[in-house]
Nanobody, 114 residues
Framework: VQLVESGGGLVQPGGSLRLSCAAS????????MSWYRQTPGNSRELVAY????????DYPDSVKGRFTIARDNDKATVYLQMNSLKPEDTARYYC????????WGQGTQVTVSS
């Protein structure tokens, strides 16, 4: 099983990034997926959820209206479009299967700074 995130980097406040998470080794289309983020010394925070077909999504208030999760089951990839980024969005971002079994990627760093 592999989840490989990409697309992180340094961006100015107000900017945008699109993260990707390529899945392999399991039946991707059978799993709801999620994105989490973590800063040093803090627990991981859920920032986006998407159901198996992509028809249902959910976000916490902290990112609602700015982040959009999407998936392409044919490509076994889940995306996170992040707009209007703020310095407090700086974190390492991880994709994960939404339910057990818990598969995690290695994460991709997002830094929002001028």
């Amino acid at each position: 099983v592999q989840l490989v995130e990409s697309g992180g980097g340094l961006v100015q406040p107000g900017g945008s990034l699109r993260l990707s998470c390529a899945a392999s080794g399991f039946s991707f289309r059978g799993f709801a997926m999620s994105w989490y983020r973590q800063t040093p010394g803090n627990s991981r925070e859920l920032v986006a959820y998407i159901g198996r077909t992509g028809s249902f999504t959910d976000y916490p208030d902290s990112v609602k209206g700015r982040f959009t999760i999407a998936r392409d089951n044919d490509k076994a990839t889940v995306y996170l479009q992040m707009n209007s980024l703020k310095p407090e969005d700086t974190a390492r971002y991880y994709c994960k299967t939404a339910y057990s079994p818990d598969y995690w990627g290695q994460g991709t760093q997002v830094t929002v700074s001028s």
